[in-house]
């Protein structure tokens, strides 16, 4: 199974919101509503912040939004904020009855 | 609330088997509910899944290791265990342990560091 594809950088100012994609297949974010998002900051382990395309578990703002078009997803950031300078990997399940991930996205605050 | 902890040997030889621990504390663990699983990271690198297990005992793996791959879970020690065979140096990365809520993993341990290196 090959990675999604990721952008590996984007950046944006405070209060802008940026988008970042992810590219898969139709034998994973094409055909499973199981795209999910995550944040990590250096040093710390991922944390979850969108699953399923577009939930967010408790806890997490309403700034972060999630969606799919066809084998595309994408993580919206609305209202960018200094804390959100991380990097975001994207994941699917697969036909293979595992999970992949994209090779992440470093976003920068400008 | 719930947490996991990641043990094992911080330091493998290549060609002999990494084998990993972790342990779920804080919530109940066997209840049917959940899957748990591994996702590794090399350093400087992104993520990868290896894993994952359901409570009852159904695993699923990375189609690219599930060669050398075991994941098992022991619902009375409220652990679940991988182990790596024949590693090398590529499988140096500080490995997580993870709980699965539905497609996204919610709960993360702090992760172990382990080294492939004679």
């Known amino acids: 199974q090959s990675a999604l594809t990721q952008p590996a950088s984007v950046s944006g100012s405070p209060g802008q919101s940026i988008t970042i994609s992810c590219a898969g297949t139709s034998s994973d974010v094409g055909r499973y509503n199981y795209v999910s998002w995550y944040q990590q900051h250096p040093g710390k382990a991922p944390k979850l912040i969108i699953y399923?395309?577009?939930n967010r578990p408790s806890g997490i703002s309403d700034r972060f939004s999630g969606s799919k078009s066809g084998n595309t997803a994408s993580l919206t950031i609305s209202g960018l904020q200094a804390d959100d300078e991380a990097d975001y990997y994207c994941s699917s399940f697969t036909s293979s009855t595992s999970y992949v991930f994209g090779a992440g996205t470093r976003v920068a605050v400008l | 609330h719930l947490q996991l902890q990641e043990s094992g040997p911080g330091l493998v030889k290549p060609s002999e088997t990494l084998s990993l621990t972790c342990t779920v504390s804080?919530?109940?663990?066997?209840?049917?509910?959940?899957?748990w699983g591994w996702i590794r990271q090399p350093p400087g690198k992104g993520l990868e899944w290896i894993a994952n297990i359901y409570e009852r005992g159904t695993p699923y793996y990375n189609p690219s290791l599930k060669s050398r791959v075991t994941i098992s879970a022991d619902t009375s020690k409220n652990q679940f265990s991988l182990t790596l065979n024949s590693v090398t140096a590529t499988d140096t990365s500080l490995y997580f342990c993870v709980r699965h809520l539905s497609s996204g993993c919610d709960i993360w341990g702090q992760g172990t560091l382990v080294t492939v290196s004679s």
């Open positions: 804080g919530d109940s663990f066997g209840s049917g509910t959940y899957y």
């Open positions: 399923d395309v577009s």
